[in-house]
């Protein structure tokens, strides 16, 4: 094979040209935004998109070129204050869009120029079609689901009022403290799952709304799978320490990371690293409705992955890759999470395999 010397490799392919290149072909738009927020340059995706030039837009305000409003702006002023922020399923429409346009926007301080922040804007149209099918399948796949948590509430409260009751009776047999901590648990835990059930069966107005913070949720559920699994599993905590508190329910929030953290377990047989992280998000957008601050929380075990035939459909009910799995874990914990107006989202491939949630603070904006 012919190698070029290193000297002729850099002539050949100039950093400025290679960059070009790159932006040329970007599908994504890209606007570069300099001091005033004005529109120092946009590459031809974000040209085509905006139907403009980088000429007719150089030096214009970006939030007149972008017809987004508040959203943006909040997004503006979070990058000149070093945050990035994305914004989901934003809707473009104005004078220079014919008809609207749905996008996700990233907007990320960079440092380029001297007289003022800057900042790269960038634009990737959601698929209209794909996104509505998603929609539709999401919808019909809580209908089907709520039909069957229904039939296994049935399946599930008659044996955890025998497990409560055997429980409490060996409590009473033991002297030991230690040992009486585990019958504890296994109170602690049927109450909830009972709780758990009367709530997915008795409709949204059941659960309970109060304020907890998500930390709290991923100790107990830390705690919880070390007990189950003493031996070979390791958690890696990175907690931000400010995330705020959330209101909702917070045994339905326990549920709903038990059965993401369980998964991951269960595909690492046991053995391997789980990390936890939270962070404070601003400025997002959940299910089209904008939020000034949101808590992401994202569970990442090291194991095998989820299988690739499975990865689009994981959040249906009954899928599963495990032969004694009711495939249910995901749907329920889905549920849960849009309940509290939240997002749950994964990425996985082998050795890194990551559940993120969004969850709403307070008020919209
Ligand atoms: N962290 C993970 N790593 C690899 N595969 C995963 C992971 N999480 C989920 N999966 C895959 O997704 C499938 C669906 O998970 P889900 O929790 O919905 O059902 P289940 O675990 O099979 O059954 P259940 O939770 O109802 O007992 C799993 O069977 C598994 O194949
Ligand atoms: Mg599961």
């Known amino acids: 094979m012919h190698h070029y010397g290193a000297n002729v490799f850099q002539m050949k392919y100039s950093q400025a040209d290679v960059s070009r290149a790159v932006l040329d072909g970007l599908k994504a738009a890209v606007i570069l935004v300099g001091a005033d927020r004005r529109v120092i340059f946009m590459n031809p995706a974000a040209e085509g998109l905006l139907d403009t030039s ?62 003022g922040p800057c900042m790269i804007v960038e634009l990737s149209p959601v698929d209209q079609l794909a996104r509505m099918t998603r929609e539709t399948t999401l919808h019909e796949s809580q209908g089907a689901f709520s039909q069957v948590a229904r039939a296994l509430a049935h399946e599930i409260k008659n044996p955890l009022g025998g497990i409560r009751g ?35 069966t008795g409709g949204y107005g059941a659960s309970q709304r109060e304020s907890f913070n998500l930390h709290s949720v991923l100790e107990h559920v830390r705690k919880l799978t070390q007990v189950e699994t003493p031996e070979g599993l390791e958690f890696d905590r990175d907690y931000d320490p400010s995330i705020p ?85 995901l749907a329920l914990t889905q549920e849960i999470i849009s309940r509290h107006g939240g997002l749950i989202a994964c990425t996985s491939q082998p050795g890194e395999t990551a559940f993120t949630l969004l969850l709403p603070v307070g008020a919209k904006t």
């Open 54 to 115: 980088t000429q007719r837009g150089f030096g214009r305000d970006v939030l007149d070129l972008l017809p987004m409003g508040m959203t943006l702006q909040g997004a503006l002023i979070a990058a000149e204050e070093g945050a990035t922020t994305t914004l989901r399923e934003e809707a473009l429409q104005g004078p220079m869009q014919a008809e609207g346009v749905t996008v996700d926007c990233t907007v990320s301080p960079i440092d380029y120029g001297t007289d």
């Open 245 to 329: 508190d959330i209101l909702g329910d917070h045994a339905q929030m326990t549920q709903a990371v038990l059965n993401v953290v369980r998964n991951a377990v269960q595909a690492m047989e046991g053995r391997g690293c789980i990390r936890l992280r939270t962070r404070v998000r601003r400025q997002c957008t959940i299910h089209h409705a904008r939020h000034r601050l949101a808590v992401e929380a994202s569970i990442t075990d090291n194991g095998p992955g989820i299988d690739p035939s499975l990865k689009e459909r994981i959040f249906f009910p009954m899928v599963t890759g495990r032969p004694d799995g009711t495939g249910l874990g």
């Open 166 to 200: 055997a429980a409490q009776l060996l409590d009473a047999e033991l002297s030991d403290k230690d040992l009486r901590e585990y019958t504890r648990i296994i109170t602690h835990e049927t109450d909830r799952l009972n709780g758990l059930v009367d709530r997915l």
